[in-house]
């Protein structure tokens, strides 16, 4: 059997993961959201300052990435932090697991993402 292609896979769903973080916002929606608590849309548009129809569509990549998990409330639409997505995002990172920490990205002592809101 030939695993390359399944490591090819693996590394382009890896760097898709990566890039999907990489934006400032969705950042922020998921540091806000990584404390697990569920949060209505009408919550997080302060979070990040940005138009209702930029909100949707970065949740949109979100919930595509299976990062947020949603359910609808009546008319209100509500997010949380997929159960998995620490770990993928931990995993994305080679060096969350062997220790030592890229400059710039912040690991707590346990070598998991820390998530902190910022501006």
């Not at 806000?32 to 970065?58: I, M």
Request: net charge positive; charged share 20%.
């Amino acid at each position: 059997m030939n695993t390359s292609t399944a490591v090819e896979t693996t590394g382009l769903e890896t760097s898709g993961l990566l890039a999907v973080v990489a934006d400032p916002v969705r950042w922020r929606l998921l540091a806000h959201l990584a404390d697990g608590t569920t949060r209505c849309v009408c919550d997080l548009q302060p979070v990040v300052g940005v138009a209702t129809n930029l909100l949707s569509y970065h949740l949109k990549v979100l919930r595509d990435a299976g990062l947020v998990a949603s359910a609808r409330r009546g008319r209100w639409i509500d997010y949380t932090i997929a159960p998995d997505a620490l770990d993928r995002l931990r995993q994305a990172v080679p060096a969350a697991t062997s220790g030592s920490a890229p400059r710039g990205i912040p690991f707590s002592d346990r070598g998991t993402i820390v998530l902190a809101c910022g501006s």
